[in-house]
T-cell receptor, first 115, second 112 residues
Framework: AQSVTQLGSHVSVSEGALVLLRCNYSSSVPPYLFWYVQYPNQGLQLLLKYTTGATLVKGINGFEAEFKKSETSFHLTKPSAHMSDAAEYFCAVIYGNTGFQKLVFGTGTRLLVSP | DAGITQSPRHKVTETGTPVTLRCHQTENHRYMYWYRQDPGHGLRLIHYSYGVKDTDKGEVSDGYSVSRSKTEDFLLTLESATSSQTSVYFC???????????FGSGTRLTVV
């Protein structure tokens, strides 16, 4: 079955520290990969996406992610955390290149940023 | 998000009553989706639509039905609400899988 795994339901960092949120997917075909962010009491907002081309993709708010096919990973990073980054982050995958495909979500990682 | 609205934003209902949630889009996107969000489960797909009157089940469709009579509206109905359906419900739209989905702001439903 297609699945997305996010390691760690909670990640805590200090302001200014590196942010690393992990995402692994299961697929034998090239996926489309997404990271979404959800602030409290809001919907999900697209942070960045990988479809084809360059494997290092940059998104909004200084986040970036690298698609590593050999590791089936798409980890999200930010060099320096800010208090405003505290939110829940979801990795999501669409599999396959043909036909109608649905977005499959991981269970989310809540990022906590301390002063 | 701009172009997609959900109503109501909050609702409290009693067990056994029918409930309808509405998703309205102004983007003319072909695909529409209903998800529920619960702690520890992320977002799980309830139903989706790939065109007017074309709908299909997602992974957690039991107890839910949907209808799409117009491109812009996608209705989710809880036929007889149960406490296990207390959740936050999100509608999403897409035109192409490359673009990802655009989400509404959610409906918080409490079944008492």
């Amino acid at each position: 079955a297609q699945s997305v795994t996010q390691l760690g339901s909670h990640v805590s960092v200090s302001e200014g520290a590196l942010v690393l949120l992990r995402c692994n997917y299961s697929s034998s075909v090239p996926p489309y990969l997404f990271w979404y962010v959800q602030y409290p009491n809001q919907g999900l907002q697209l942070l960045l996406k990988y479809t084809t081309g360059a494997t290092l993709v940059k998104g909004i708010n200084g986040f970036e992610a690298e698609f590593k096919k050999s590791e089936t990973s798409f980890h999200l990073t930010k060099p320096s955390a800010h208090m405003s980054d505290a939110a829940e982050y979801f990795c999501a995958v669409i599999y396959g290149n043909t036909g109608f495909q649905k977005l499959v979500f991981g269970t989310g990682t809540r990022l906590l940023v301390s002063p | 998000d701009a172009g997609i609205t959900q109503s109501p934003r909050h609702k409290v209902t009693e067990t056994g009553t029918p409930v309808t949630l509405r998703c309205h889009q102004t983007e003319n996107h072909r695909y529409m989706y209903w998800y529920r969000q619960d702690p520890g489960h992320g977002l799980r797909l309830i139903h989706y639509s790939y065109g007017v009157k074309d709908t299909d089940k997602g992974e957690v469709s039991d107890g839910y039905s949907v209808s799409r009579s117009k491109t812009e509206d996608f209705l989710l109905t809880l036929e007889s609400a149960t406490s296990s359906q207390t959740s936050v419900y999100f509608c999403a739209i897409s035109e192409s899988k490359i673009d990802g989905y655009t989400f509404g702001s959610g409906t918080r439903l409490t079944v008492v």
